[in-house]
Nanobody, 121 residues
Framework: QVQLVESGGGLAHPGGSLRLSCAASGFIFSAYAMSWARQARGKGLEWVSG????????YYADSVKGRFTISRDDAMNTVYLQMNRLKPEDTALYYC??????????????WGQGTQVTVSS
């Protein structure tokens, strides 16, 4: 069955960096776009970033554009989210998602369990 397992979350200071990883299994990884979403405590889900099947196209929410970079390694069945210049408002539970095609909520068909990112001084 499809499994998405995130790792790499933790505590970072404002201005710091973290790299999230998502190990995928149970499907042909290279055939699907992948995405990251997040949810801060007490707030709704926010889509963060997406990457096309072949990695040639990447997409970002305005809130993270220029600070976050999504990438994928199809040999490792892993998608990454490099997060730089972190801000306290980036504090959230970050989810890796598999995308059926686009990145609308209805097209994100599988989700990982999430990894917590906390940005605080």
């Amino acid at each position: 069955q499809v499994q998405l397992v995130e790792s790499g979350g933790g505590l970072a200071h404002p201005g710091g960096s973290l790299r999230l990883s998502c190990a995928a299994s149970g499907f042909i990884f290279s055939a699907y776009a992948m995405s990251w979403a997040r949810q801060a405590r007490g707030k709704g889900l926010e889509w963060v970033s997406g990457i096309s099947r072949d990695g040639s196209d990447t997409y970002y929410a305005d809130s993270v554009k220029g600070r976050f970079t999504i990438s994928r390694d199809d040999a490792m069945n892993t998608v990454y989210l490099q997060m730089n210049r972190l801000k306290p408002e980036d504090t959230a539970l970050y989810y890796c998602t598999k995308a059926m095609g686009g990145f609308s909520w209805g097209e994100l068909d599988y989700w990982g369990q999430g990894t917590q990112v906390t940005v605080s001084s």
